[in-house]
């Protein structure tokens, strides 16, 4: 059986492909394949990590009771209002 060949010849003008190479650059000759290989598994791991995560919180968030009453949006006093107005020099309408 041939082996397949894979071939990596990145844009250096795209910033990603550059910050890359120069990380594949640092790996010692003939670890190379094997820390492509390592880093392709760790992505693939984190990947299936997110989506059970995004599964389960999913599932967590299904059974939390939905508060359907709208919260009432507290005011402000008048009585407030006039004492922070009074602080800032103006004059707050009473009404």
Sequence with gaps: MNR???M???NLRNEDRRRAWA???AVPEGQKSTFLVQAILES??????E????RVLREELKAVPSRLAVQQE????E?????LGS?????YPQT
């Design 4 to 6: 397949p060949i894979f």
């Design 8 to 10: 990596f010849r990145p």
């Design 23 to 25: 990380i594949l650059q």
């Design 44 to 49: 693939e791991r984190t990947n299936v990590l």
């Design 51 to 54: 989506i059970t995560l995004r």
């Design 74 to 77: 507290e005011t402000i006093p």
């Design 79 to 83: 009585q407030m209002m006039g004492f």
């Design 87 to 91: 602080l800032m020099g103006e004059e």
